[in-house]
């Protein structure tokens, strides 16, 4: 029980004739940063509502920290934070006016977990600067600051890296991993960007129209990437028909940019290499790759993902 911060079972939530969740069972260990795919209306957003407590299931159960029952659900969503999309900043204050107002709101006592919680996030020389003036990712920083107030054990956040520059969704991404392996707190994050989620998450769920498809691990995903050769030419076509006629293969997949996926030949990438350049192709990139999570997502749900 106590390895397990999240578990649900069979949890469903029907909005008039359509099931939003559909006998959802998911379980989020302690210390792991769950990452949650799904395309826009797959049910995502219902769920964290339930889990927070802003909609409740019309069957199933939800167990938090080990409790279930209405009464134990109050009091271990205490132990949660969130931070939603764009997180509610009053512009015309600093960051520790920010966050002392949340703490005040919070009924948290006491000053010192201001100063603390703008240390953990990285905005302890913010200074004076109003929030109004804050780049985005100062401004998703001070989101989290507010969610880490009251030290929870659980952080939900959905869509925390949208809009922000590469150097924004860098800071966001090391300052999650350092909640996580340095603070013990445990991550539920929702988010579109696949190719961050992959850099971070160590447990992934995909949901598909309100359906739990698959839980796996880091580990397990990396094991079902499919390996392939990633070749870029100078006449794809010319590559596909030798591909098909002299390598008896059509285990390929030719990209909309000329690059092309070989899946098959692994074991023997030299024969490829030497049949191209014997029938003049001119060969500008040969390296072995493996798919990552967005393709492996694609995949999953039948194709057709779109941000």
């Not at 948290?108 to 929030?131: E, F, H, M, R, Y």
């Not at 100078?234 to 990209?255: C, F, G, M």
């Not at 040969?286 to 999953?300: G, Q």
Request: charged share 25%; hydrophobic share 40%; net charge neutral.
């Amino acid at each position: 029980m106590g390895d397990y911060i999240l578990r649900t079972t069979n949890l469903s939530k029907q909005y008039k004739d359509q099931w939003a969740l559909d006998d959802v069972n998911i379980s989020i260990k302690k210390g792991s940063i769950y990452g949650f795919i799904g395309q826009n209306g797959a049910g995502k957003s219902t769920l964290i509502k339930l889990i927070t407590g802003l909609a409740y299931p019309t069957r199933g159960e939800l167990e938090l920290f080990g409790h279930s029952s209405a009464k134990e659900l109050v009091q271990a969503r205490k132990r949660i934070g969130t931070i939603i999309e764009s997180p509610a900043l009053y512009p015309h204050m600093n960051a520790i006016e920010n966050l002392e107002v949340h703490r005040l709101l919070k009924g948290i006592p006491g000053k010192k977990c201001v100063k603390k919680t703008l240390s953990l996030v990285g905005l302890q020389d913010a200074g004076n600067k109003k929030a109004k003036n804050f780049s985005l990712g100062m401004k998703q920083r001070l989101g989290l600051g507010i969610a880490l107030l009251g030290d929870p054990e659980f952080l939900i956040l959905d869509e925390p890296i949208n809009g922000l520059d590469p150097m924004g969704v860098v800071e966001i991404r090391e300052l999650l991993k350092r909640l996580a392996f340095e603070h013990g707190i445990t991550i539920l994050i929702s988010s579109h960007i696949l190719s961050e989620l992959h850099l971070l998450a160590t447990h992934y769920g995909i949901i598909h129209k309100g359906k739990l498809l698959e839980q796996l691990s880091a580990v397990e995903l990396n094991e079902k990437c499919q390996q392939y050769i990633h070749m870029k030419v100078d006449d794809p076509n010319k590559a596909a028909t030798i591909l098909e006629t002299r390598l008896k293969t059509s285990h390929y997949e030719v990209l909309p940019d000329g690059t092309i996926k070989l899946f098959g030949y692994l074991d023997n990438p030299g024969k490829v290499s030497a049949i191209l350049f014997h029938e003049g192709l001119i060969v500008e990139q040969f390296m072995p790759m493996r798919e990552d999570l967005e393709a492996y997502f694609t995949n999953r749900i039948g194709g057709g993902y779109h941000e």
